[in-house]
């Protein structure tokens, strides 16, 4: 475990937070300020409009208007949330990229814990554990306590990477983006890296608050069992025994993951 008590380790490291944002104006600003407050003050926040049609670009504007490290940006057109990231990626002038749902919340020291991860460790992908919020921000589920490390095939039985908690290497998207045609876009990246040899670490801290809702994709069980299917099949390439197998799995991952404590 990285201690939390020693200060910021790399000051100097600038880290640049992608955020896709679409009709989430009653969500963004908490997640916009747990950014802000982070102890880790290098950074940029890079905020993606998806074209909402509430008004989450003024919230984005106001939030600009106060701290100049938040770069608000509003798409054309709806892109989508993988290419809205890759956009977003695309913009960023850090060393690292930390990954945020507009939904979710960080803890304060996030970014300088994953920070010292990198450098204890080499690790080009951090994640970290995290607890899941309901609606209204109160955590009824259990915490979910990630290993210190993952591989391919453990990745498969369960991906305890969660995307709002992910701090990634700069230099890894001059070779990948997220993949557009999938809908879980941030697991088929993982298990892309992983599989070229890139190295994860886990940290056992909650770092991050992540938020459950009914039109979320944690919450849109059936149909996040529908595309899981697609990443083993047609991303991973494997047998359909295979692919049975895992999806069992997952689906028994999920029933102990959002059994509410009782």
């Known amino acids: 475990m990285i201690g939390k008590d020693s200060g910021s380790l790399c ?55 106060q701290d100049a490290r938040v770069r608000p940006f509003c798409n054309e057109r709806n892109l989508g949330v993988a290419a809205t990231r890759n956009r977003g990626i695309s913009l960023a002038a850090g060393e690292y990229v930390a990954l945020l749902d507009s939904d979710d919340r960080w803890h304060p020291e996030k970014l300088d814990l994953q920070l010292r991860c990198a450098q204890a460790t080499g690790a080009e992908l951090i994640y970290t554990s995290y607890a899941l919020m309901d609606a209204s921000g109160d955590t009824p589920y259990p915490a979910q306590i990630v290993p210190g490390s993952v591989n391919v095939k453990q990745l498969l039985r369960n991906n305890v990477i969660g995307c709002s908690t992910v701090m990634l290497s700069r230099a890894l998207f001059d070779r990948y983006q997220f993949p557009a045609e999938y809908y879980h876009e941030d697991y088929a990246l993982w298990l892309q890296l992983l599989q070229d040899g890139h190295k994860a670490a886990g940290l056992p801290e909650v770092l991050v608050d992540y938020r459950v809702t009914s039109g979320s994709k944690a919450g849109n069980k059936r149909k996040s069992a529908a595309h899981r299917w697609r990443i083993y099949r047609d991303f991973m390439h494997l047998s359909l025994l295979a692919s049975a197998k895992y999806s069992l799995l997952y689906a028994a991952a999920g029933i102990k993951k959002y059994h509410k404590r009782g």
Do not use: K, W
């Open 11 to 65: 000051p100097d490291v600038m880290v640049s937070v992608v955020m896709p944002a679409y009709n989430c104006a009653h969500y963004v600003a908490e997640a916009i300020r747990s950014v802000l407050g982070q102890s880790h003050r290098n950074l940029e926040l890079i905020v993606i409009d998806d074209c909402s049609s509430d008004n989450t670009y003024s919230i984005l504007q106001d939030f600009a208007s």
